[in-house]
């Protein structure tokens, strides 16, 4: 099969064409201002009053950061097509992580618009997380994927529900690469990003789920033991853990 052909890349394609198409012609409130010394010009305010024009790189990152336009809705409706392409293409600035582009998304209150609205984010979010399981060219790693779907969403439990659902090698690979990334963390008992709220009942849920499922499932691929270890561990409470005889030696 060629890659172009793989489903989880026509799935995402076909999602980021609907939010072209559901929000083309869409623009900032005719009313919206932003500080002219720290965000842009009032030129660059004006190509945020003009439907579908293409922003420049510098302008929608400082588009999206911004957590203080008032009318943070009609803003991310502006630019939530081309932003979301560039997420998708690995592209958003580098210096800022998934907990912050994720935070436009939550800053838009977007999942209590109306159904034509949010259905379409969430078919995104859906699609662009699922391909980045089963895709082999992937521009953002699944795990940076997965925290900025937790933190759009304020939830893990779709998007574990999704990991549940795709099994395979490569899967499997981004569950390792995963645990991999959070094990320090979460043995600490802390969330492996920062969260805007719910960090703890998101840090409960992910560390149960990783004990309850994604144990066998790496088990059964070969995972090396030091990565089942952290797993097992992690159901392990208090001086439980700490005291084990296979505690990693992390010190918080």
């Not at 302008?59 to 008032?70: F, G, I, K, M, V």
């Not at 379409?120 to 699944?142: C, G, K, N, Q, R």
């Not at 529900?161 to 899967?171: H, Y």
């Not at 499922?213 to 797993?231: E, T």
Request: proline share 7%; hydrophobic share 40%; aromatic share 10%.
């Amino acid at each position: 099969m060629q890659l172009a052909d793989h489903p989880s890349r026509r799935h995402l394609a076909a999602a980021l064409d609907e939010l072209a198409r559901t929000f083309r012609g869409m623009t900032a409130h005719p009313d919206e201002h932003n500080c002219e010394c720290h965000w842009g010009s009032p030129d660059e305010l004006r190509l945020l009053k003009t439907p579908d024009a293409e922003l420049d790189p510098d302008l929608l990152r400082r588009t999206w950061q911004a957590a203080d336009w008032s009318h943070q809705a009609a803003v991310l409706r502006r630019i939530l097509p081309q932003f979301a392409r560039t997420l998708v293409s690995g592209e958003a600035d580098a210096v800022f992580g998934p907990a912050d582009w994720a935070r436009a998304f939550r800053n838009s209150g977007w999942r209590k618009w109306p159904a034509d609205h949010s259905g379409p984010v969430w078919e995104f979010l859906h699609a662009w997380w699922v391909s980045s399981l089963t895709d082999p060219e992937t521009a953002v790693p699944a795990h940076e994927v997965f925290v900025l779907c937790a933190e759009a969403s304020h939830t893990v439990t779709p998007w574990l529900a999704d990991w549940a659902g795709e099994r395979g090698p490569l899967s499997d690979r981004r569950l390792a690469e995963a645990v991999a990334e959070w094990e320090y963390d979460l043995l600490g008992d802390d969330l492996p990003w920062q969260a805007w709220e719910y960090g703890t009942e998101m840090r409960e849920e992910l560390s149960a789920w990783l004990t309850d499922h994604a144990a066998p499932r790496l088990r059964a691929s070969g995972a090396p033991a030091g990565l089942l270890n952290g797993i097992r561990l992690l159901g392990l409470t208090d001086e439980d853990r700490w005291t084990d005889p296979q505690w990693p030696g992390y010190r918080y």
